[in-house]
């Protein structure tokens, strides 16, 4: 079997035969030239070099499959995880009651099954707190690590191909919890969900608790103020005065390393308002702040290495850490393209951020609204809205839509520079294609910019 590995945790156990049919589903569903090439059946017992040839080729065909806008986001592929960690974990299909924390430290206790997804939980959650449906697209399910001082270090987003209880549970650790938080990156989205009690509930909670935890800065002036406003239960106000501090809207991830001045730079990165915020220690134990806009990001990538087990099953046993890495190409100045490298074990949930942010303000861009951006149930069966397919960023950057003009224009303005081609690897080390995820939102330089 193979070990399917989500953010450095074991998700599933899968045999290549599972595999290949999922492979022949997806291809009966997709036609041939749309599903990635499937590493071939041999009929002689493999040598333990075919047998890691053919994992590094089944890892680059699911990565493949998963970065790709249709397949990865079709039912077929998610349910086929969903059911692949729950049989790995072996819990059975039953009624259980799970919690979910809201910012407040309060306790939502909701009735589900452990064969529920993602978008499932989420609802039976907005149902509990009397949530209107046009607003449970504003927030979502994340992962999270309670740290010794009460505050919450993001494991993850919840994602669709996986089953939130089984996924909570199968840690065996008290201290991850399921949280429900807003899930969008621009405030003028608060309005919506300011229209409703419950909304508004929420979101002055997540505010609240924000600011405690030092995640929005707040001077004594501003303090004074919003103590005021807490006494007269002023929650709108509130809201209103927290969104002028800075980071409003942030989250703020744990200290990690960066190679960006110089290697071994410790720094705190925050993501919002569009971009990823770096405070940055440098060796001289001066302290830098500055913001990579996402915007200017052409690319970024997620890479792991996780370290060899002597155990026959593949699992490391106790809990050996996985070094996890986020770098992100970006356009420095008119004609300069620079690898900004962050090794954070949080590196998944900066790239979900990363990847969040692009959807957003695409949506923006289309006209669209995030109202819509929920599944819809439809006989029973859970269907994307439109609007929401309409946004998936394409892994590939190097040939763009003949409409798109913007992408090509850029394309000619970067002349001085090597654009390192996404689509075929300079190198055979280089890493592959698919490891990329290309920025529909990426946009040049101009004169007036610098």
């Known amino acids: 079997a193979y070990n399917i590995h989500v953010n ?22 997709y036609g041939t030239n749309v599903v990635p090439a499937f ?22 065909y699911m ?26 974990q072996q819990i059975p299909t039953e009624e259980v009651v799970l919690e979910v924390l809201l910012s407040n430290g309060q306790m939502v206790k909701v009735t589900i099954l452990t064969s529920d997804q993602t978008e499932d939980v989420l609802e039976a959650v907005a149902s509990k707190l009397d949530l209107p449906d046009d607003l449970v697209g504003y927030f979502s399910l994340f992962l999270v690590r309670e740290t010794k001082d009460g505050a919450f270090s993001f494991v993850r987003k919840l994602q669709e191909f996986e089953l939130p209880y089984v996924s ?41 608790s924000d600011i405690e935890h030092g995640w929005i800065l707040v001077n004594k002036e501003q303090h004074r103020q919003l103590k005021s406003l807490q006494e007269k239960v002023s929650k709108k106000e509130f809201i209103r005065l927290a969104q002028t501090l800075k980071y409003y809207g942030y989250l703020k991830f744990d200290p990690c390393v960066t190679d960006f001045p110089e290697k071994g730079c410790h720094v705190v990165v925050s993501a919002g308002n569009n971009e990823l915020n770096f405070q940055v220690r440098l060796p001289s134990e001066q302290i830098k702040e500055g913001s990579f806009k996402v915007t200017r990001m052409r690319c970024w990538r997620v890479t792991s290495s996780v370290p060899m087990s002597n155990g026959p099953s593949g699992s490391s046993p106790g809990k050996s850490e996985v070094k996890l890495e986020l770098a992100f190409e970006y356009l420095m100045s008119k004609d300069r393209l620079q690898w900004v490298t962050i090794t954070s074990p949080q590196a ?26 929920f599944r819809r149930r439809v006989n ?26 913007p992408m090509a224009k850029l394309s000619s303005k970067l002349t001085s520079v090597s654009l390192r081609g996404i689509s075929h690897s300079s190198s055979t080390n280089d890493v592959g294609a698919n490891d990329f995820h290309g920025n529909y939102a990426f946009e040049g330089i101009g004169d007036e910019d610098l």
């Open 8 to 29: 450095g945790v074991l998700h599933c156990r899968v045999r290549y035969s599972q595999l290949l049919g999922l492979h022949e589903q997806l291809r009966k569903e």
């Open 380 to 405: 029973g069966a859970l269907r994307r809205s439109d609007s929401q397919q309409a946004v998936k960023s394409p892994p590939l950057l190097d040939s763009p839509d003949a409409s798109r003009e």
């Open 168 to 208: 909570v549970t199968s840690l065996h650790d008290p201290e991850f919890r399921i949280i429900l938080r807003k899930s969008y990156w621009d405030s003028s989205y608060d309005d919506d969900v300011m229209e409703h009690r419950v909304g508004l509930n929420l979101l002055y909670a997540q505010t609240v």
């Open 348 to 373: 998944i949930m900066l790239s979900i951020c990363l990847q969040s942010m692009v959807d957003e303000l695409m949506v923006k861009k289309s006209g669209g609204s995030i109202r819509k951006m």
């Open 39 to 60: 590493p071939p059946k041999k009929i002689f017992t493999l040598t333990p070099a075919e047998v890691e040839q053919r994992r590094e080729q089944l890892e680059k």
């Open 63 to 88: 990565q493949a499959v998963r970065q790709d806008p249709m397949l990865g986001g079709s039912e077929t592929f998610n349910s086929f995880l969903r059911k692949a960690q729950q049989e790995t």
